[in-house]
């Protein structure tokens, strides 16, 4: 709806990120168990209460001529969309997705003894990783739902862990989406929210 309308504002009060092999699409069912619409994805747990930082940046190169002083034209020649955020719980899943990949595995004659190896040269760790937020409008008190998916991508930047006495430690990670060679979406939206229905 086109003009002041406060219903559409939307606040990420409660948010959750998911991750998966990669090509896996964001679910569009919305049943009343949210589990069920990311059966085949892992649930990565609590997030710092800084949320998800979403950004988009496209790189434009202006093409000048002889007879303007402003560019006439531009041409896209980069799009860079990142996920950043902070992992608050240390497990089989969030562990190898901060490190770049691999498996925890159980020590063989130590019982609840596991072991996580880092590689010595970084491999490439593609997956999809997927982004889930609620709100209540405000006109109504109705719940909405927005979704948020990239089919491929990979941790591009990690933060460095800080242990400390008086603080949770972090596994802050930036994640890039990626091109899929079949030119399908670089991400995509889901949104239950009758906002978006024409008028």
């Known amino acids: 709806m086109a003009g002041t309308n406060s219903s559409e504002i939307r606040i990420a009060g409660v948010g959750r990120l998911y991750v998966a092999t990669a090509d ?3 679910p569009t069912t ?7 619409d990311w059966a085949t994805w892992k649930n990565l747990g609590f997030t710092s209460g800084d949320g998800v930082t979403f950004s988009k940046k496209d790189k434009l190169e202006p093409v000048d001529v002889w007879q303007a002083v402003s560019p006439v034209h531009f041409v896209y020649s980069d799009r860079d969309l ?3 955020f ?3 719980q240390f497990n089989e899943d969030t562990l190898p997705f901060f490190m770049g990949g691999g498996t925890v595995d159980a020590v063989t004659g130590s019982t609840g003894v596991y072991k996580y190896d880092i590689a010595d040269r970084p491999f490439a760790d593609v997956r999809a990783l997927g982004l889930e937020f609620t709100d209540v409008r405000a006109s109504d008190g109705t719940t909405v739902t927005y979704r948020f998916g990239i ?14 006495r008086k603080s949770a430690a972090q596994l802050g990670i930036t994640y890039t989406a990626m091109a899929a060679a079949d030119g399908s979406a670089l991400a995509s939206f889901v949104m239950k929210d009758t906002a978006y229905a024409a008028s």
């Open 30 to 36: 919305f049943s009343s168990d949210t589990s069920t």
């Open 151 to 164: 089919p491929r991508g990979q941790v591009t930047a990690a933060d460095d862990i800080k242990l400390a």
């Open 82 to 84: 990142t996920l950043k």
């Open 86 to 88: 902070s992992l608050m």
């Open 24 to 26: 896996t699409k964001v």
